[in-house]
């Protein structure tokens, strides 16, 4: 796992995101932060509870540095079922707000990248391990947590329900009072379990932002399977770097332009219509450099056409859209060993020998489905109890992601609202649920285009003010991980199906000179 190091301005420009928020009185504590250590509450039991001097700070496990944090009590419980939970806590300058953030991949780690950012800004912040320990695995090993009932139910769904639980009781402990609103953002299996919190446990959050969710996970690591087959079965199928640069290339050259300004984005990948034919090699090239051999370019075709049931031509989940071939080297078989594989051999199969390559994307899709599907998804479309509660949820996805199929939370939208409509749609929904669509944002965060933008901050404007989002304004900074770093250009992110144009005057590098509609 990359280790990060965030700088001190970089925290700062965090909390002056969070500064243009409706801001509440803050709170200091009412009890010393020492004192907690060894409390039983009746939502969790405390293992620890130790001051932290303002300055720099160095997360527990050592993968990320933070150069200058503000003092705060950090706290250590047990939750139900053992899902460790630790809560961050301001000595000073509470604004009286709790965030929740969300993991990655199988998690059994503490997200502290994110909790150090959401501290900064003067929350009360909590993350958890899900209730198991590191989950890094490979092909061919086992990992036991994926076979014990109760700690997969907890990845899969109730994890962040009982973090949030025991840390809005610690929360109260220390101050004295409750947090007066909850906030959560997660991205992939942080964006899943946002979506597990909205139709499972409404009552947890007033806001929530799920980001790139890879919600419906069985049918998402059948994408990241069929991927693979369709490039790595036949070697000479396989798409090499030189190969992916080349067919993006033509990707920007056929569709770039269609919003006005020619940027290296593509607003709308779904009015993209590109052949990757154009690129096939005559049958009688000898160098095939420039151009994609006819296996290559039935690979390209499986990818973007996404995984279907051989016998019915039924789709299994929706394939990847133009303009995301930068990160496709993922799709080659990175992401089969990452997580296909263990989580197919641990989980449905109880079968370390299984291979990859016996897969029936007819007979096993349902298999699938029926074995772990209830556990580790988020896919009803009942938000009704959200709503009805006031919740607000943002969800936000990547055009460019190299993991998500980019459309999937665009199927989700629709299948909340009933219907396929845009104006039906956004009428139906606009009042609490809002989609916004990122062009040229990778999987979180990175990518060619804009992909650093606030949405706690808008959902806190929307739930605690009434002003529901209209644009989210995404940078583009020279480092992504660095908010600190220069910003290249700006752009709105438009609540979908609304899609961003240029005016034709100003920079096309600055957000002002562009309308949704």
Same mark, same amino acid.
């Given at each position: 796992?990359?280790?990060?190091?965030?700088?001190?301005?970089?925290?700062?420009?965090?909390?002056?995101?969070?500064?243009?928020?409706?801001?509440?009185?803050?709170?200091?504590?009412?009890?010393?932060?020492?004192?907690?250590?060894?409390?039983?509450?009746?939502?969790?039991?405390?293992?620890?509870?130790?001051?932290?001097?303002?300055?720099?700070?160095?997360?527990?496990?050592?993968?990320?540095?933070?150069?200058?944090?503000?003092?705060?009590?950090?706290?250590?419980?047990?939750?139900?079922?053992?899902?460790?939970?630790?809560?961050?806590?301001?000595?000073?300058?509470?604004?009286?707000?709790?965030?929740?953030?969300?993991?990655?991949?199988?998690?059994?780690?503490?997200?502290?990248?994110?909790?150090?950012?959401?501290?900064?800004?003067?929350?009360?912040?909590?993350?958890?391990?899900?209730?198991?320990?590191?989950?890094?695995?490979?092909?061919?090993?086992?990992?036991?947590?994926?076979?014990?009932?109760?700690?997969?139910?907890?990845?899969?769904?109730?994890?962040?329900?009982?973090?949030?639980?025991?840390?809005?009781?610690?929360?109260?402990?220390?101050?004295?009072?409750?947090?007066?609103?909850?906030? !959560?953002?997660?991205?992939?299996?942080?964006?899943?379990?946002?979506?597990?919190?909205?139709?499972?446990?409404?009552?947890?959050?007033?806001?929530?932002?799920?980001?790139?969710?890879?919600?419906?996970?069985?049918?998402?690591?059948? /994408?990241?399977?069929?991927?693979?087959?369709?490039?790595?079965?036949?070697?000479?199928?396989?798409?090499?770097?030189?190969?992916?640069?080349?067919?993006?290339?033509?990707?920007?050259?056929?569709?770039?332009?269609?919003?006005?300004?020619?940027?290296?984005?593509?607003?709308?990948?779904?009015?993209?219509?590109?052949?990757?034919?154009?690129?096939?090699?005559?049958?009688?090239?000898?160098?095939?450099?420039?151009?994609?051999?006819?296996?290559?370019?039935?690979?390209?075709?499986?990818?973007?056409?996404?995984?279907?049931?051989?016998?019915?031509?039924?789709?299994?989940?929706?394939?990847?859209?133009?303009? /995301?071939?930068?990160?496709?080297?993922?799709?080659?078989?990175?992401?089969?060993?990452?997580?296909?594989?263990?989580?197919?051999?641990?989980?449905?199969?109880?079968? *370390?020998?299984?291979?990859?390559?016996?897969?029936? !994307?007819?007979?096993?899709?349902?298999?699938?489905?029926?074995? =772990?599907?209830?556990?580790?998804?988020?896919?009803?479309?009942?938000?009704?109890?959200?709503?009805?509660?006031?919740?607000?949820?943002?969800?936000?996805?990547?055009?460019?992601?190299?993991?998500?199929?980019?459309?999937?939370?665009?199927?989700?939208?629709?299948? =909340?609202?009933?219907?396929?409509?845009?104006?039906?749609?956004?009428?139906?929904?606009?009042?609490? !649920?809002? *989609?916004?669509?990122?062009?040229?944002?990778?999987?979180?965060?990175?990518?060619?285009?804009?992909?650093?933008?606030?949405?706690?901050?808008?959902?806190?404007?929307?739930?605690?003010?009434?002003?529901?989002?209209?644009?989210?304004?995404?940078?583009?900074?020279?480092?992504?991980?660095?908010?600190? /770093?220069?910003?290249?250009?700006?752009?709105?992110?438009?609540?979908?199906?609304?899609?961003?144009?240029?005016?034709?005057?100003?920079?096309?590098?600055?957000?002002?000179? !562009?309308?949704?509609?």
């Amino acid at each position: 796992m990359r280790v990060m190091t965030w700088t001190a301005a970089a925290a700062g420009a965090l909390l002056a995101w969070a500064a243009n928020a409706p801001t509440a009185q803050a709170a200091t504590p009412s009890v010393d932060c020492a004192s907690l250590a060894g409390r039983s509450l009746p939502e969790a039991r405390v293992l620890s509870a130790e001051p932290v001097a303002a300055g720099p700070y160095k997360a527990p496990d050592g993968t990320v540095t933070f150069p200058d944090l503000p003092a705060f009590c950090r706290v250590v419980a047990m939750a139900e079922t053992d899902v460790k939970v630790e809560v961050w806590l301001p000595e000073a300058g509470w604004n009286g707000r709790f965030q929740g953030v969300g993991n990655g991949g199988f998690a059994g780690n503490f997200s502290y990248y994110a909790m150090g950012p959401a501290l900064r800004a003067g929350y009360a912040v909590a993350g958890t391990d899900t209730g198991h320990g590191p989950a890094e695995g490979k092909p061919g090993m086992r990992l036991d947590w994926m076979h014990d009932p109760t700690q997969l139910a907890n990845w899969g769904h109730n994890s962040i329900h009982r973090m949030t639980v025991a840390a809005k009781a610690i929360v109260a402990a220390r101050y004295g009072t409750p947090a007066a609103k909850a906030y !959560f953002e997660g991205c992939s299996t942080g964006g899943a379990q946002a979506m597990t919190e909205a139709e499972y446990f409404p009552g947890d959050y007033d806001g929530i932002h799920a980001g790139a969710p890879g919600m419906n996970y069985t049918r998402l690591m059948m /994408s990241f399977l069929w991927s693979s087959r369709a490039t790595l079965l036949d070697p000479a199928s396989t798409l090499p770097a030189e190969k992916l640069t080349l067919l993006h290339q033509a990707v920007l050259n056929a569709c770039d332009a269609a919003d006005g300004v020619k940027d290296g984005l593509i607003e709308n990948p779904q009015a993209c219509r590109f052949d990757p034919a154009a690129l096939q090699c005559m049958p009688d090239a000898t160098d095939t450099s420039a151009c994609l051999t006819a296996p290559q370019v039935a690979a390209v075709r499986a990818l973007y056409a996404g995984p279907r049931n051989p016998r019915t031509g039924e789709a299994i989940y929706p394939g990847l859209v133009p303009g /995301s071939e930068w990160g496709w080297d993922l799709q080659q078989g990175k992401l089969l060993e990452a997580y296909v594989i263990p989580l197919f051999q641990n989980m449905v199969y109880d079968n *370390l020998s299984w291979r990859w390559q016996d897969f029936d !994307f007819d007979r096993d899709v349902t298999l699938t489905d029926e074995k =772990v599907g209830a556990t580790i998804t988020a896919v009803s479309p009942d938000l009704s109890a959200f709503k009805a509660r006031g919740g607000k949820l943002i969800m936000s996805q990547g055009w460019a992601d190299q993991l998500n199929a980019q459309t999937y939370p665009i199927q989700y939208y629709q299948a =909340v609202a009933g219907t396929s409509d845009p104006a039906q749609a956004r009428a139906r929904l606009g009042g609490y !649920f809002r *989609l916004f669509m990122v062009p040229g944002m990778g999987h979180c965060y990175g990518g060619p285009g804009p992909n650093r933008f606030d949405a706690v901050t808008a959902l806190r404007a929307w739930v605690e003010q009434g002003k529901a989002p209209d644009r989210l304004v995404a940078a583009k900074h020279e480092k992504d991980l660095d908010p600190t /770093s220069a910003v290249l250009r700006t752009r709105p992110l438009c609540p979908y199906p609304a899609v961003a144009h240029w005016t034709g005057k100003g920079s096309s590098d600055e957000a002002a000179n !562009f309308t949704c509609r």
